[in-house]
């Protein structure tokens, strides 16, 4: 167990609805990644954030979004859903960014997306 | 310039045997090479970390070895397991705010 939550664990939605994901980081970390993860383009970065503010946008569409509140917990908003979004969706975190390149990142279990 | 190339796609191993997965990379600017195992239904999980101003890290059965001048990196996992079957990631990262980019994964099955 990495100390990362996600929820829900499975989300079936349909085309063009809205959905949200929520991520709680381990105790103390500062940032929170998300990525998606698909069979055919493995685990792509999607944006980050610390203690509050974006720092790193990665390849994330016009239709997600995401925000990290003040207690630190993460949500990430995926809307127009088309499907091409199905996919896994990790959260992950860290104690703080990167100063030496050496920050572990610790993954939640994940959210399967399905969208019909 | 961001990607970081992994091979081979899949693997496949006797038990007892040595895995080896190989991963490259094209930005000089990178200064961590951390290596994640995941399980079906699991998220990734770190295994095991190196910076390039060493050449090999060992863990238990877990060796990495990195070539800086060749630009490259790989895993090493000795006595294999069938507990080992799982995708393995290599993944690289740089400096201050920056974000991991991920190897496409290698699958590997360690045959009992």
């Known amino acids: 167990d990495s100390g990362v939550t996600q929820t829900p664990k499975h989300l079936i939605t349909a085309t063009g609805q809205r959905v949200t994901l929520r991520c709680s980081p381990r105790s103390g970390d500062l940032s929170v990644y998300w990525y998606q993860q698909s069979l055919d383009q493995g685990l792509q970065f999607l944006i980050q954030y610390y203690n509050g503010e974006e720092r790193a946008k990665g390849n994330i569409l016009e239709r997600f979004s995401a925000q990290q509140f003040p207690d630190l917990h993460s949500e990430l908003n995926l809307s127009s859903l088309e499907l091409g979004d199905s996919a896994l969706y990790f959260c992950?975190?860290?104690?703080?960014?990167?100063?030496?390149?050496?920050?572990?990142?610790?993954f939640g279990p994940g959210t399967r997306l399905l969208v019909l | 310039q961001q990607q970081v190339k992994q091979s081979p796609q899949s693997l496949i191993v006797q038990k007892g045997g040595i895995s080896i997965i190989n991963c490259a990379y094209e930005?000089?600017?990178?200064?961590?090479f951390p290596w994640y195992q995941q399980f079906p239904g699991k998220g990734p999980a770190l295994l095991i970390a190196?910076?390039?101003?060493?050449s090999e890290k060992k863990e238990g059965r877990f060796t990495i070895s990195f070539n800086k001048s060749a630009k490259q990196f790989s895993l090493h996992i000795m006595d294999s397991q069938p507990g080992d079957s799982a995708t393995y990631f290599c993944?690289?990262?740089?400096?201050?705010?920056?974000?991991?980019?991920f190897g496409p994964g290698t699958r590997l099955s360690v045959l009992p």
């Open positions: 993944a690289a990262s740089r400096g201050y705010g920056q974000n991991f980019v």
């Open positions: 992950a975190s860290s104690p703080r960014t990167s100063g030496s390149g050496m920050e572990t990142q610790y």
């Open positions: 930005n000089t600017a990178f200064d961590y």
């Open positions: 190196i910076r390039p101003d060493v």
